[in-house]
């Protein structure tokens, strides 16, 4: 399934127990997991890694508390850090978890 809103630049797409938001270049990716919770990954916009030269792609956890509860206030705070990721906020609200290379055409 997948939702976009004439005039918005957020698209939402869903493949089982994974749900995917994209706006303007960043994406969160949220999964459910059979305890109850669901885990979150932030994936920013590419950049240029100066120490490989090739681009690549940041992902960042939710600090200090990665998992969400699936109840009325784990929800709560998904929505708000979905919300404050897309407006920019990074450390420390989000930790740098990893970074992978943007594979190359050719």
Do not use: I, K, N
Request: with cysteine; glycine share 10%.
């Amino acid at each position: 399934m997948e939702a976009s809103w004439p005039g918005e630049s957020l698209r939402v797409d869903r493949d089982g127990d994974v749900v995917r938001w994209s706006c303007d270049g960043r994406m969160v990716v949220v999964a459910l997991r059979g305890d109850g919770t669901a885990e979150a990954a932030f994936v920013d916009r590419p950049f240029h890694d100066a120490v490989s030269g090739a681009p690549a792609v940041p992902v960042y956890r939710r600090a200090p508390y990665p998992d969400y509860a699936l109840d009325g206030a784990g929800c709560a705070r998904m929505a708000e850090d979905v919300e404050a990721f897309f407006a920019g906020t990074r450390e420390p609200r989000f930790a740098f978890a990893t970074a992978y290379e943007v594979p190359q055409a050719g």
